[in-house]
Every structure is written in C-alpha cells, then in structure tokens.
C-alpha cells in the first residue's frame, strides 16, 4: 500500500546515479512531511483498531486520507463517524496539539455536569448524523 514509501527508496537509490535531466525531473523533492509520514503510516495500519479503517484515496499523498470510526462500546456506539484529514506541510515543526484543552469545551462541561443526559445528546446526535 505505502506506494510513497517504494518512491521514497527508489529516489534514495537514484542520488548518486543522476545522468540525464530525466532523472531528476522523476526524482523531486520529498517533504519532511511526507517522509515522516511514511513511517507513521506503517505504524497506524498496524496498530488501528478493528473499529477504525483508514483509506487513502490517493496512495502517492499520505498527506490525505480518510478516516471511518464505528464505535462497539461506550456512549457512541452504534454510530459510524467519518473524518477527512489533510496533514499540513508544517507538520511535526509546530506546536499543533494540547492535550490538556478540550476542543469542545461546552460538551466537556456538559459531560461533567450530567453523564446521563450527555448520553442522551450522544445517542440523539448518533440517530441523526451518525448513520
């Protein structure tokens, strides 16, 4: 699957044996990016869940792919939820997660105040969206 991963060595083997304009011209220049994430592709298909599946419209641009997330337990089960993601080309040289601060903070102090009806929102939420 890592179709970018085969160009990255093929690329690396092709350095030192650049003879024509051709040749480069089929050798550009890999990002950071990409090639961090060639490794950590390799390591989320190997660990993902059973619940999660990751597709890569794409296979050449690891940097877009789509993730499908059906929950088998817990407050969401039941629902099918699907994220497009795209990687930006700064990836790993900034600051881009904190975990300590709740994207959602109005859902993360519902969920506080009442886990009952926070999982009466879910499971509506679930009915109508998440099908």
């Known amino acids: 699957m890592l179709t970018l991963a085969s160009k990255l060595k093929r690329d690396d083997g092709l350095k030192g044996s650049r003879t024509s304009a051709t040749a480069s011209d089929s050798t550009r220049r890999v ?18 869940p059973c619940t999660c599946k990751v597709h890569f419209p794409d296979p050449n641009k690891l940097h877009c792919f789509q993730l499908t997330v059906t929950p088998d337990e817990g407050y969401y089960q039941g629902g099918k939820f699907q994220f497009e993601t795209e990687v930006p080309d700064a990836y790993n040289m900034v600051d881009l997660l904190n975990f300590d601060d709740p994207l959602n903070i109005e859902a993360a102090e519902h969920h506080l105040r009442d886990k009952e009806d926070f999982r009466s929102k879910v499971d509506d939420y679930i009915k109508r969206y998440a099908r």
């Open 31 to 48: 990002s950071v990016r990409d090639k961090l994430l060639v490794k950590e592709v390799a390591e989320l298909e190997a660990n993902l």
